[in-house]
């Protein structure tokens, strides 16, 4: 099945803790996406990656962090110092800026 | 700033029946309008796109308008069902603006209830 796997589900972060939500997709697409997704609120854009070693802060950058060392990957690492991490955090993919998203399935990420 | 905005916030039919959603946006230049379907804790998966020229596109039993000059997009559903229970999001892309320039409305709750 051709599509974007996102896991793990569910996701506890301790305080102090730095976590990473997985993100890989077989679509030979060059751009990746990360949103975050809160009640009463549109997406919001984290980082994207047009092209594998390079990645682009989007809105709410602070406190995150991503790698794109494969075309298949691009993991996404929420940081000690993300204060409010608490939100569905959405992986996509697209072939390019103006073709639709292929989203995954998200991450629900919670504070302990 | 950027605005998509949708109404209503969530909405409760009887099966069977028609519903229109609503997106009023203030994205400029335009470049298109897309309408995604998000069921309850999964990614949004796309309906429709509408570009500048287009008035009226179908997707099955959903049909998405755009009035450019309005600045108004409808999301039409026919002979609703169950499984049509979901979020719909309105996103609009900003021409030129590359891979940033994306903005989502908070999107439409739809109820369908037997």
């Known amino acids: 099945d051709g599509g974007i796997t996102q896991s793990p589900k569910y996701l506890f972060r301790k305080e102090g803790q730095n976590v990473t939500l997985s993100c890989e997709q077989n679509l030979n697409h060059d751009a990746m996406y990360w949103y975050r997704q809160d009640p009463g609120q549109g997406l919001r854009l984290i980082y994207y990656s047009q092209i594998v070693n390079d990645f682009q802060k989007g809105d709410i950058a602070e406190g995150y962090s991503v790698s794109r060392e494969k075309k298949e990957s691009f993991p996404l690492t929420v940081t000690s110092a993300q204060k409010n991490p608490t939100a569905f955090y959405l992986c996509?993919?697209?072939?390019?800026?103006?073709?639709?998203?292929?989203f995954g399935s998200g991450t629900q990420l919670s504070v302990l | 700033k950027n605005q998509v905005e949708q109404s209503p916030q969530s909405l409760i039919i009887l099966e069977g029946k028609n519903c229109t959603l609503q997106?009023?946006?203030?994205?400029?230049?335009?470049?298109?309008l897309r309408w995604y379907k998000q069921d309850t804790g999964r990614g949004p998966v796309s309906l429709t796109i509408m570009t500048f020229s287009e008035n009226t596109k179908s997707n099955g039993r959903y049909t998405a308008t755009l009035d450019a000059d309005t600045k108004q997009s409808s999301l039409h559903i026919t002979a609703s069902q169950l499984s049509d229970s979901a979020s719909y999001i309105c996103v609009v892309s900003e021409a030129w603006g590359g891979y940033q320039k994306v903005t989502f409305g908070i999107g439409t709750k739809l109820q369908v209830i037997p």
């Open positions: 996509a993919s697209s072939t390019d800026s103006n073709e639709k998203l292929f």
């Open positions: 997106c009023n946006y203030t994205v400029s230049p335009f470049s298109n």
